[in-house]
């Protein structure tokens, strides 16, 4: 069979117009913050948001300046958010070492396993944290 | 010169008038309230890749592809947008993510204006809501890209 570009544009088209049908959004606050901490570890609550009339999945992740991931725990580190809902979601940071640490915390929108979407959103918050004492 | 008693019908006049119903007494009830300062992100739609005449490209300007929309709204001016291209395809038939290049682009309307601008570099958002449309091209550098159906995701950030 003869592959043309309509062809292949066709095949595109076609596994992308499932994920039309399901649009993903969501928020979070707060995105930006400054932490004190006296251990070497130090906690933000985020909460995630979703403001539209229906469920999203979203995960949250934490990232250092460059975007490389930070071993962080994280407090459910996926949550199903109801219409209009927020969730409290509590990040452990650690120091390692520093005394002074910048990360982002990002909100990500997880797809339906039947419905993909092929956009995906990030939404990230700028929190510093100095270690006290 | 007027007398005592000349005063004494105006005096009456002015207690009959106070003797109308009560004053009303105003009352304040303060009302206060918190936005905080976010940034929601919404897929609209999602994009559609077409292939390039030579078919070794994959992008959505390209006739037949339809970009992905999104809109922002912010309550805040300090935040910033960008989209982060996928390194290979979700989804792809065999060969077809060997050798691939793709770029992300978008531009903004209404809150944010701003042209096409490469999706790594950051734009800051306009207070209120702006609509973005992103853009994805996939090249392939070793021929011409397999048929089958393909998909990628491109990742837009606020932050």
Do not use: W
């Not at chain 1, 992740?61 to 930070?70: G, I, L, N, Q, S």
């Not at chain 1, 002074?100 to 990030?122: A, G, H, W, Y």
């Not at chain 2, 309307?109 to 950051?122: C, F, H, P, R, W």
């Amino acid at each position: 069979m003869r592959v043309t570009p309509g062809l292949i544009a066709l095949a595109v088209a076609g596994s992308m117009a499932v994920s039309a049908t399901q649009a993903h959004a969501q928020a979070m606050s707060p995105m930006r913050g400054e932490v004190k901490s006296f251990t070497d570890e130090f906690v933000v609550r985020v909460f995630p948001a979703n403001p539209y009339p229906h469920r999203i999945r979203v995960e949250v992740k934490v990232y250092d300046e460059t975007f490389a991931p930070v071993p962080a725990r994280v407090a459910p580190g996926e949550v199903m958010l109801a219409p209009e809902d927020n969730r409290g979601v509590l990040v452990v940071v650690p120091f390692e070492g520093r005394t002074e640490r910048k990360v982002r915390i990002c909100t990500e929108s997880i797809p339906f396993t039947n419905t993909p979407t092929r956009l995906r959103t990030q939404v990230c918050g700028r929190f510093i944290a100095y270690r006290l004492g | 010169m007027r007398t005592p008693f000349a005063i004494l019908p105006i005096a009456i006049a002015a207690l009959a008038l106070a003797a109308s119903p009560a004053r009303a007494v105003d009352a304040i009830v303060p009302f206060t309230g918190l936005v905080t300062s976010t940034c929601v992100l919404t897929v609209g739609t999602p994009g559609v890749l077409a292939a390039g005449a030579g078919l070794d490209t994959l992008s959505s300007s390209a006739a037949g592809g339809i970009p992905g929309t999104v809109t922002a709204l912010t309550t805040g001016s300090n935040f910033r947008i960008s989209t982060i291209a996928p390194s290979n395809f979700s989804i792809a038939p065999p060969g077809g993510g060997d050798g691939v290049n793709f770029s992300a682009s978008y531009r903004a309307t209404g809150a944010t204006s701003i042209g096409d601008t490469l999706g790594l570099n950051e734009t800051r958002l306009g207070l209120g809501v702006s609509i973005l449309t992103v853009n994805l091209a996939a090249q392939k550098s070793g021929g011409a890209f397999p048929g089958g159906a393909y998909a990628a995701e491109v990742v837009v950030r606020c932050e």
